[in-house]
């Protein structure tokens, strides 16, 4: 059973940068799959943020690619988000999910989210 | 930027059929863009419904179909039932620019 679990602060001041952690369980972050990062602000729709596969591809949208990075921790079965410079317009619930890129390009194994708020 | 449209908002009655739609607003959605569909209740993570157009995911009703209709991805759901009253979402991946862009969601009122 694949199981992915965001971890993070839930509070992040303006200007500062963000940075959460996807722990995954049953699958290794090492194997065939792609790992995303997807994003959703309170009310509002779903927006991708980027993937990482472990030969050290990674995709990112390109309204973000200027402020974000991901990476990937092998050893500890994780992969993590970086989003500096944040705003009010950064406060959404933060998903990771394993992205089939060049199976079928869709997202499975979801992580349950993690609210992040930007605030002073 | 590219947008990937979706109706707002429909309602079905329990037992009906509603059909819902992804499109671009520029140029026809087709297979090459491996179009796959999302179920979202409040609070809760999107759920995989359908991928790559038309296959369902493990688990999902076959009440639940995907297909190209015209020039849009297409989800239809057949004998709705109460439990299928959530948001509904597409991602298309464009080819183009290797990326994924999600469409704006359709809420769905089963009553």
């Known amino acids: 059973q694949v199981q992915l679990q965001e971890s993070g602060p839930g509070l992040v001041k303006p200007s500062e940068t963000l940075s959460l952690t996807c722990t995954v369980s049953g699958y290794s972050v090492s194997s065939n799959y792609y790992w995303g990062w997807i994003r959703q602000p309170p009310g509002k729709g779903l927006e991708w943020i980027g993937t990482i596969f472990h030969s050290g591809n990674i995709y990112y949208n390109p309204s973000l690619k200027s402020r974000v990075s991901i990476s990937l921790d092998t050893s500890n079965n994780q992969f993590s988000l970086r989003l500096t410079s944040v705003t009010a317009a950064d406060t959404a619930v933060y998903y990771c999910?394993?992205?089939?890129?060049?199976?079928?390009?869709?997202?499975?194994?979801w992580g349950q989210g993690t609210l992040v708020t930007v605030s002073s | 930027q590219t947008v990937v449209t979706q109706e707002p908002s429909f309602s079905v009655s329990p037992g009906g059929t509603v059909t819902l739609t992804c499109g671009l607003t520029s140029g026809s959605v087709s297979t090459s863009y491996y179009p796959s569909w999302y179920q979202q209740t409040p609070g809760q993570a999107p759920r995989t419904l359908i991928y790559n157009t038309n296959t369902r995911s493990s688990g999902v009703p076959d009440r639940f179909s995907g297909s190209i209709l015209g020039n849009k991805a297409a989800l239809t759901i057949t004998g709705a039932q109460a439990d299928d009253d959530s948001d509904y979402y597409c991602v298309l991946y464009m080819y183009s620019g290797n990326n994924y862009v999600f469409g704006t969601g359709t809420k769905v009122t089963v009553l």
């Open positions: 999910a394993r992205d089939r890129r060049y199976f079928d390009w869709s997202f499975e194994y």
